[in-house]
């Protein structure tokens, strides 16, 4: 078999309708054409069926049904995205009454709590997987209105790799294990993934996300979370308004760094569902404040980009968030399987005051969540499944399937009837009503013109990250495209980049090698400078805070019981938590004879688990430190991570045999008032300064 090209077969042909840039692989005798099931040819397999170009999804587009209630039921029980996830119970809380933009009830009285249970996740890898492949994070709620249940069901990045959901099936396959062979699992570092990438530009933004370190974070606590689309708010008088929904976590976002990604999956695949666990177990709920940007069609047309386009986001600095309320976990699960495994969120549930728009991958997501749940979970009645369930009285005239739970009573299973007066009926007024909206264009399979530009927004992301933050997209690239066996792919997504910007473009070149190689990418529009957005950056919005972090303590025998004692106080005070590490899990003895109980044994706890660390040394106990390996390496991961340490000064032998260099983030401890030094500079977080001494891309 010839290796795979970049040129297409004389009998094949691709085609791009102009400037909406989607790539159409095409063929000319009708016997090789892409059929359905049935074997119906298919003219457009890019595209859904849609009442004019930016109108919504037609129920009667039989190719995009099959092709998803395919994929929908490719795995049982398992999910096929987001197998890998932790969830939590909790409750929302409105700041103040929202009745101005929508009628929604649990929206209205800022002294109710509205249950919830949230569900995180991993997207490509299996239930078995680890929690720190780089991915993206689902970031999907369950709110238990007094109208019914919502799920606003999400991510931690605002936009996403298509724009149609008739690609969903076919990105999902390219980035899940090659099928021939099983392999890679939860990663995208491999050919069919970035063939499949750089055969669609579309991708470019979710791209920059991707390699980002938001797809690294250091806690389920600390992420962001974006309900991706455009949606409605509708309020009392009818007045609709559009939405982006945004989740702000109160200790702020955090990633790690990739080489500590990498050793956390190796030394705990647990890490994240393990630290939001203890956190709720201890107390430290995690919480997040729900922000809205909420824009009239007027503004959503002065805007240089297509609100119903899913790969574009809105610039904070353009539409600022509206902060509204907050989102507290404060129960974990029960039963992971009952509650976790079982629970079943539909884009499709919401309440009346929210509704949809036209974005044609939400209008297949409608359907899909739904028909998916029929396969996983054994039938039409997942709902009864206490996790899914209502909070609220809910009935209607469906009966029987499998897993019926219920026992309905009575004659009547149909409306309208004669018979019982006390059966359930419409309610014109309080039930859910759909925003009118005319509908004048055709029927047709394409890509709005208006969705065309795939660059302007990759530009503005990777243009609005710190130094730091563009070095780790840079880096992540060249890891990324290193795996790739192909050269034309490589060279395709160098074209890409280059439309991006020069810089990044440049660089990964010169990580890879292939300065001079890249395809030349003729953009269907051309790439525009949009003004940096700063709020789409993690380091430079930063809080300097060690509030729900962890400070790793390294005890030796003999070592200042009195320095702990300090420690342990102004951690308290900022809201962090110790874990002490010792030799042996036993624990060791202070300078006193005291014996002070260790948290976890240095083999089982790499500083990689940390935010800082400490090393509490006597003079004995850090020259034996200093020929254990374990020992070494744990100093060395520190400093390499970047992370904040303090020592005594007897600790010294094993900094020097760990090669750690004196910088900022090196703090002395030579008495008591040093350790306020280490807390003020611990809550800055990173020492970025350090990194490009100790790494760069390639």
């Not at 470019?204 to 974070?217: K, N, V, Y």
């Not at 039930?431 to 055709?442: C, L, N, Q, R, T």
Request: a neutral charge; charged letters at 25%; hydrophobic letters at 40%.
């Amino acid at each position: 078999m010839p290796s795979p090209s970049n040129t297409t077969p004389p009998s094949r042909k691709a085609r791009g309708p102009a400037k909406t840039a989607e790539t159409h692989q095409t063929v000319e005798d009708v016997r090789d054409a892409l059929t359905t099931n049935h074997g119906i040819p298919i003219s457009d397999n890019q595209n859904s069926l849609r009442a004019g170009v930016r109108g919504p999804t037609l129920l009667e587009d039989f190719v995009l049904r099959e092709k998803i209630t395919h994929f929908d039921h490719e795995r049982i029980p398992e999910r096929i995205v987001h197998a890998r996830g932790s969830g939590a119970h909790g409750y929302f809380q409105v700041y103040e009454s929202l009745a101005d933009i929508t009628k929604a009830a649990f929206l209205q009285d800022p002294k109710v709590q509205t249950e919830v249970f949230v569900r995180f996740s991993t997207v490509a890898g299996g239930a078995g997987s680890g929690d720190m492949p780089r991915d993206v994070r689902g970031f999907a709620v369950k709110f238990y209105t007094s109208e019914g249940n919502y799920d606003l069901v999400g991510n931690n990045i605002p936009v996403f790799f298509i724009q149609d959901a008739m690609k969903f099936p076919d990105l999902v396959h390219a980035v899940k294990m090659e099928p021939d062979r099983g392999f890679p699992q939860a990663a995208s570092a491999h050919d069919n993934f970035w063939d499949f990438a750089s055969l669609s530009p579309e991708t470019m933004h979710m791209l920059m996300w991707a390699m980002s370190d938001r797809a690294i974070p250091r806690s389920l606590r600390m992420i962001e979370g974006f309900g991706v689309h455009t949606f409605r708010l509708v309020n009392a008088k009818g007045i609709s308004r559009f939405v982006k929904f945004h989740w702000r976590p109160k200790l702020g976002a955090q990633s790690v760094v990739w080489d500590e990604a990498v050793k956390i999956n190796g030394a705990d695949p647990d890490f994240h569902r393990r630290d939001l666990w203890e956190a709720i177990e201890n107390g430290d709920f995690p919480e997040w404040e729900l922000g809205l940007q909420v824009f009239d069609e007027k503004q959503a047309a002065r805007l240089e980009f297509d609100v119903l386009d899913a790969t574009k986001l809105i610039p904070e600095e353009i539409i600022p968030l509206r902060i509204v309320g907050k989102l507290v976990l404060n129960r974990n699960a029960d039963n992971f399987f009952a509650e976790t495994e079982q629970v079943a969120f539909l884009p499709s549930n919401v309440p009346p005051g929210i509704d949809f728009t036209n974005d044609p991958l939400l209008q297949g997501r409608l359907f899909s969540y739904q028909d998916t749940q029929l396969s996983r979970l054994g039938g039409p009645n997942f709902h009864q499944i206490p996790v899914n369930a209502p909070r609220c009285p809910f009935h209607n005239m469906q009966r029987d399937g499998l897993r019926q739970m219920q026992v309905p009573k009575g004659r009547v299973n149909y409306e309208p009837n004669s018979f019982d007066v006390g059966a359930p009926r419409e309610h014109p007024t309080r039930g859910f009503i759909s925003v009118p909206e005319e509908m004048d264009g055709e029927k047709i399979r394409k890509r709005s013109e208006t969705f065309a530009d795939h660059y302007s927004q990759a530009r503005l992301f990777f243009r609005s990250m710190t130094e730091p933050e563009q070095r780790h997209i840079i880096s992540a690239f060249a890891f990324e495209l290193g795996k790739v066996e192909t050269l034309n792919i490589r060279t395709r997504m160098l074209g890409h980049l280059a439309n991006i910007d020069a810089s990044l473009h440049a660089q990964v070149a010169d990580a890879l090698g292939m300065k001079g190689q890249s395809e030349k990418i003729k953009p269907a529009v051309a790439p525009r400078d949009l003004p940096p957005s700063p709020a789409l950056s993690i380091i430079a919005k930063a809080p300097e805070t060690l509030a729900g972090r962890k400070i790793g303590v390294l005890l030796t025998e003999g070592f200042d019981g009195a320095l702990l004692a300090a420690l342990r106080s102004s951690a308290k005070t900022e809201k962090a938590r110790l874990f002490l590490i010792a030799p042996k899990v036993g624990g060791v003895k202070d300078a006193g004879g005291a014996l002070v109980p260790a948290d976890g044994a240095l083999s089982a706890s790499a500083s990689v688990f940390y935010d800082a660390v400490v090393i509490l040394a006597s003079e004995a106990g850090a020259a034996d430190l200093a020929t254990q390996a374990g020992a070494i390496d744990w100093a060395a991961n520190a400093f390499a991570h970047l992370k904040v340490i303090a020592h005594t000064p007897e600790a010294q032998p094993l900094l020097d045999r760990a090669n750690v260099a004196v910088d900022e983030g090196i703090v002395p401890l030579t008495g008591r008032k040093a350790i306020s030094t280490f807390i003020s500079t611990a809550k800055k977080g990173r020492i970025w300064e350090r990194e490009p001494s100790l790494r760069r891309p390639g």
